[in-house]
């Protein structure tokens, strides 16, 4: 891993890629972010040393650098899912190549569905907790001394979307291995164990960047109700159309994150630590 590392950065500094104030993580149908970036540096997976290509709908593959008013950004439109055959080291990728660069703020985004009743497709939830199912998604034996994620800073993020005049709300974020959805007996136990929201990606990302002690912050697209919730038949086809419901709340939102001076992701208080 630290050889790939090294031989891939070297690359993407010859590509012009340099050092970001922030990384950002696009799920699926989120990809539209990447159209704010001004003089973007577009760099297909396919040319970094030791990435696969994305094969889910909404993930175009590419590595985007530019600049958010004065933050420079550095955003990865596609990730790697553990249900695609990838193992968790490389899901990781972009976290690591992020860090590698010498950036220490991580925002990651998702599609994910519904199980708190209150929620309605569109709503994005800012993920204060992760439940993850008996499941290894880190190669590392270490303990963490802080758990994900840091009330205070999800406190800030949602004083800073009402002062934009953006609903968000918040919630615990549950990760399910996939890759068929869920059943109504097992959304029923996940409410049950405290879970809002469930998906199939970002717990990994999310911990590899406490482990780094970056600070982090999950944000879930709620893209359809899960099963039980919604007597309606469940399609990965839904994803953009929900998407295209918050379109500018969701870019408004990440870009006051990134680009204002006083944002809690740079508070050196909420990096783990």
Known sequence: MEELLDSAIEILHRKGIGTPDCTIILGSGLGMFTKVIKNPVIVPYSDIPGFPSTSVAGHDGALYFGDISNRKVLAWSGRFHYYEG?????TILPVRFANALGCNALLVTNAAGGINYRFRVGDLMLIDDIISLPVKISLHDQRFHQRYANDDLVGDVTRLAASAGI?????????AKGPTYETKAEIRSFRIMGADAVGMSTAAELYEAIRLEMSCLGISLITNLATGVSKEKLDHSEIAEAASLREKDLIELISRLIADEDSPLYK???RFR
């Open 86 to 90: 990838h193992p968790f080291d490389r």
């Open 167 to 175: 609903s968000v709300t918040r919630g615990c974020y549950l990760y």
């Open 268 to 270: 050196p208080e909420y």
